[in-house]
């Protein structure tokens, strides 16, 4: 009966130890923090400022919008992020929450809208512009000074 007892009493404690509280959080057009029947978007965010994990935000109808990865709380790695009819808007990356690496978007057809990399925040390298149709009309260097 102890036994049984000091068992529960082991994974209750792991479970508590392990678990991450988490908070729904809503954003209007901007992406300001605001009350459920104003906003546009939500996200389910993990109250600790230094987690690290996924993290995903949707429109306020249920779609996905976006997800991201976090180490210590900040955007590391890749992200992407989805038009309201699931069609791929934006893939990018982060480097301690700063954009940082290639970024390709996309119209909600599907086709190419322009593609380019940042370093350390801005702009930099040759970005490629496309129209509707997936011709690209417009080059040029944004070199990141």
């Given at each position: 009966?102890?036994?049984?007892?000091?068992?529960?009493?082991?994974?209750?404690?792991?479970?508590?130890?392990?678990?991450?509280?988490?908070?729904?959080?809503?954003?209007?057009?901007?992406?300001e923090k605001c009350p459920k029947d104003l906003a546009f978007y939500?996200?389910?965010?993990?109250?600790?400022?230094?987690?690290?994990?996924?993290?995903?935000?949707?429109?306020?109808?249920?779609?996905?919008?976006?997800?991201?990865?976090?180490?210590?709380?900040?955007?590391?790695?890749e992200a992407t992020w989805w038009y309201k009819n699931g069609q791929k808007w934006c893939v990018g990356h982060y480097n301690l929450g700063i954009e940082?690496?290639?970024?390709?978007?996309?119209?909600?057809?599907?086709k190419l809208q322009e593609e380019g990399i940042y370093v350390n925040g801005a702009r930099d390298d040759n970005w490629k512009y496309y129209d509707k149709s997936g011709f690209r009309f417009y080059e040029y260097n944004e070199v990141n000074k």
């Open positions: 009966m102890i036994s049984k007892f000091i068992f529960a009493l082991i994974i209750t404690s792991t479970q508590l130890l392990f678990s991450q509280k988490t908070d729904t959080v809503y954003y209007d057009k901007e992406w939500y996200g389910i965010r993990k109250v600790d400022a230094t987690y690290s994990g996924s993290e995903t935000a949707y429109y306020i109808t249920g779609e996905k919008h976006s997800s991201k990865k976090l180490k210590n709380g900040s955007e590391q790695g940082d690496g290639p970024y390709i978007f996309w119209y909600p057809n599907g």
